[in-house]
């Protein structure tokens, strides 16, 4: 029973592509969080949302858009991709937005831009 | 700002000796901290953590780590390595962002283990 899944897995496509990833979390949380995974391991925080509302917005292309329909839904859009923007994109969730509240991760999903 | 330096980028252990993984942290409040393991084309998953109260804070497969404010650190250790562990280990803080909290990362360490 996966707590937090993302959907594909992996994703390859060409520049100036648009693309979705999914994510969906069954542990009741009420917040959700996008990382991204650069091809150095480097873990990097690009948004999060608390039931719905948009709490943290890094410093991003605003090619890149997230969306939240409810609190166990994160979903995010990607606009005329770029090269620079093959990663891996972790979806987390965790109980609150507090400090304390450890993060539960995705299996994460891999683009590859060509 | 927080931060998370890790000391090492690689860790070449044998099969049943000691896993020493170095984490030091920089912190202007009381930090949270946390250990996360990402095997091969995996997710992250939590060893650990360190909110408050005892130092010394036991994690999954036998992995350890102890909170140091003095010396800034909180070291990863497991007493002996099986094969199992290799993977890639990340020490994380805890810190404000905007209206939320978001996990500050270190770059990583590889841990092999050789038979």
């Known amino acids: 029973d996966t707590a937090v899944s993302q959907t594909p897995k992996y994703l390859v496509t060409q520049m100036g592509n648009d693309k979705s990833i999914k994510c969906e979390q069954n542990?009741?949380?009420?917040?959700m969080y996008w990382y991204k995974q650069d091809s150095k391991k480097f873990l990097k925080i690009m948004f999060s949302?608390?039931?719905?509302?948009?709490?943290i917005n890094e410093t991003v292309p605003n090619r890149f858009s997230p969306k939240s329909p409810d609190k166990a839904h994160l979903n995010l859009h990607i606009n005329s991709l770029e090269l620079g923007d093959s990663a891996v994109y972790f979806c987390?969730?965790?109980?609150?937005?507090?400090?304390?509240?450890?993060?539960?991760f995705g299996p994460g999903t891999r683009l590859t831009v060509t | 700002a927080q931060s998370v330096t890790q000391l090492g980028s690689h860790v070449s252990v044998s099969e049943g000796a000691l896993v020493l993984l170095r984490c030091n942290y920089s912190?202007?409040?009381?930090?949270?901290l946390f250990w996360y393991v990402q095997y091969p084309n995996q997710g992250l998953q939590l060893l650990l953590k360190?909110?408050?109260?005892?130092?010394l804070v036991k994690g999954i497969n036998g992995f350890e780590a102890e909170f140091k404010k003095s010396e800034t650190s909180f070291h990863l250790t497991k007493p002996s390595a099986h094969m199992s562990d290799a993977a890639e280990y990340f020490c994380?803080?805890?810190?404000?962002?905007?209206?939320?909290?978001?996990?500050?990362f270190g770059k990583g360490t590889t841990l092999s283990v050789s038979s």
């Open positions: 987390a969730s965790s109980q609150d937005r507090g400090l304390a509240y450890e993060q539960y």
């Open positions: 542990l009741g949380h009420d917040t």
């Open positions: 949302y608390n039931n719905k509302e948009l709490i």
């Open positions: 912190s202007s409040v009381p930090p949270y």
């Open positions: 360190y909110t408050t109260g005892a130092t």
């Open positions: 994380a803080v805890s810190d404000f962002n905007q209206a939320g909290t978001a996990l500050i």
